[in-house]
């Protein structure tokens, strides 16, 4: 039953911007070529790096499993092509830190060959959850919206009650379509997916949520939802406005409750998961298919034919550009993720990951340099659009002067960085990044409060330990003395006129070699 | 290929501080218009000559402060002070007054506490009590408005009042000149007259001071405008203008013969402009939406205990200048319920 209601709640703030996203909603989503080199992170998500389980010179099949989830957070790594393993070492990759992190780069042989795959579990809806999450486990899929937190632990409820499931399909950042262009090219892996992750977390209902900016992706997945006639799963339309696409924001767009700070959806009896990550679960309970591609936008006005790619992960985004048909003159920014939260990359020499919804190759029109900051007159339009209700300007007055307590007062953490504030500020200040400092500073500061706890335990664990020895040293000489005392007098003790005679004898033997430093003991 | 990074948010909505002074410049027009209207070229030359002291000194000061002047002088901040003191000023003020209250303003409220954003005190009004303080006999002799005398100086005259002093007007002068409807009313309260004996002079209109009741009007527009606009927020006026009548209405309400009427209170003075632009400044006041209420209702209060009780005639510098010390710990103690807090949590 497809609904479309208008929502009853709105969350405070937020933006009405251009889209921008009809420039590259064109064409359905196209195969990528593959790309004779790949270059696959070890860190593609949330929690630990995966463990290489290939050999420098192996040859693998595409689907193989190349590298192994290190920890219960952390997911595995499958060979996007059949080719050879030519390295593993550091190369550059796409994080904000700029910094290079451990790759597998696979070369490929071009045949594309796959590796025999695990049967489908056509039958999923009599298998039990855990069952189906190891095989979401095994598949590597993590949470292909931006958070790349592995589903299988996501999806794990520990025994707490899910009462609805919530598929985001809001897609609210400008310009990114692969959502939307995914749910008008496969609504039918949309729906499979989000009835088996239902499955899972035993929700009793589902809902979508979709921005109604997306009129053919909302028509695609009506019409699947009616010709399967599934109950208990419904289609909510909510109006478009940056940043409803949040998860905290969704959830109360579509049920009217509120996450509580610094907690978790799963508080609220609700489970969130992005729409692309529902085609994924399709893929890997049906298909038996690991995640080794995503549908990848490429657009902006430094694009020469702007769309939507199934990309194998670890192909280099020069390559994706030259497939939509290079860069045109205007071609000034590089952009993984929206223009609103995504990072301006350096170089397009860097591979697409798990997580890489976006690229856009911005004009100097369409995103200009950043203009010189000047100073807050805490006019307060950045209160007006908050999504948390902070105080922007309070904010970045106290992360300023580095006073990271009061930005904890003003709830820095429940900051969830979308950029409005940065949006609207009339002094151009990058709020944001401020916001950023304050947390990394909070929490450097937390590590070495940590360390120092630790090094003060260390310490005061060892001081104890040469107190209670020394005590106990103490007690053993008072024993003893207590013996010596009592002993002479009961009389005399053989074993010890034994003793003192032989030590007599020592004692002289000593005296008489001068040496006055030996004591007796 | 390589690219320049910069962080996120990539997209700038195309709002800019000199946007927003300029709208409140031409939001103060309207009201401008009309004193000049009713009292004269004074109020032109008032404003030409603090706004163009503003900027010089805004200039050399940043100069020596070593930074670039250009951005902050062209962002207008400079000039909606002057003009907002020059406002506030007597049509007939010796131009070096003039000159040292907007030096008072921009060097020492504004300069010296780090410029734009960082000044704790609103500048035009604490510019004003130094003059008012430093001259209380040149800060309170009023021009008549021109309703009343039944004629506006020439600018040439007015130009030479200012400039060489208004001594040299002397058959014209006291003619022109007299106290304002608020001190008029303070003087004659003082000698226990009636209100409505006070009320049969010529001096009262229909609900304030003659004259000065239609230049409330008129910066009443130009604030609602910017309310429109979203410059400034309904919050602080609002609540200012509502504390303002409605203690002087339960005192009228007690006493209507040794308390003005309400409206009184609002069209006789400068209520109207510092509810819509003074206390409205973001830099000095509170700046939570619960705060804002909070801080414009005391004003409100302050501006009639001042008024009434209080050693001068009028009371909104005053108001606002203590109101802005008490801001920070008004937006302490007011901030919203942040989403997903539970509700009990109010630190």
Redesign the interface.
Known sequence: MAEHAKPAWDFHGGLHIEDHKEKSLGAPVREAAVAPRLRIPLQQHIGNAAEPIVQVGEQVLKGQLIARASDYVSANLHAPTSGTVVEIAEQPIAHPSGLPSDCIVLESDGDDRWIELPEPLADYARLDPADLRERLRWAGIVGLGGAVFPTSVKTNTTGRVVDTLIINAAECEPYITCDDRLMQDQPGDVIDGALILQHIVAADQVLIGIEDNKPRAIAALRAEIEARGIANLSLRVVPTKYPSGGEKQLIYLLTGLEVPSRGLPLDVGILCQNVATTAAVADAVLRGRPLISRIVTLTGNGVAAPGNLRVPIGTPIQSLVEQMGGYTAQAHRLIMGGPMMGFALPSDDLPVVKGSNCFIVASEDEIPDPAPASPCIRCGECVKVCPARLLPQQLYWYARSRDFDKTQDQHLFDCIECGCCAYVCPASIPLVHYYRFAKTEIWAGERERQKSDHARRRHEFHDARLKRQEAERQARLRKKKEALRDKPATGKDPKKAAIEAAMKRVADKKAAQNQEQEKET | ?????????????N???R??MAQVLLALIPGTAALWWYFGWGVLINIALAGLTAVALEWLALRMRGRNPW??VS?L?AVVTAWLLALALPPLLPWWQTVLGTAFAILVVKQLFG????NPFNPAMAAYAFLLISFPADMTHWLLPSVLSGETLPLEQTWQAIFQGSATLAPHWDALTGATPLDHMRTELSQNHMISEIRQSPVWGDFGGRGWEWVGNWFLLGGLFLIWR??I?WRIPFSMLASLLLIAGLFWAIDPETHPFPAFHLFSGAAILGAFFIATD??S?S???RGQLIYGALIGVLVFVIRTWGGYPDAVAFAVLLMNMAAPTI?YYT????????KE?N?
């Open positions: 290929m390589q690219f320049p990074v910069a962080s996120s948010p990539h997209l700038q909505g709002n800019n501080i946007l927003v951005p902050a962002d901040s410029g734009l954003g960082y979203g410059v927020s973001p830099v006041a700046t939570t939406p937006d901030q919203p319920r942040v989403f997903g807090a539970r949590v630190d």
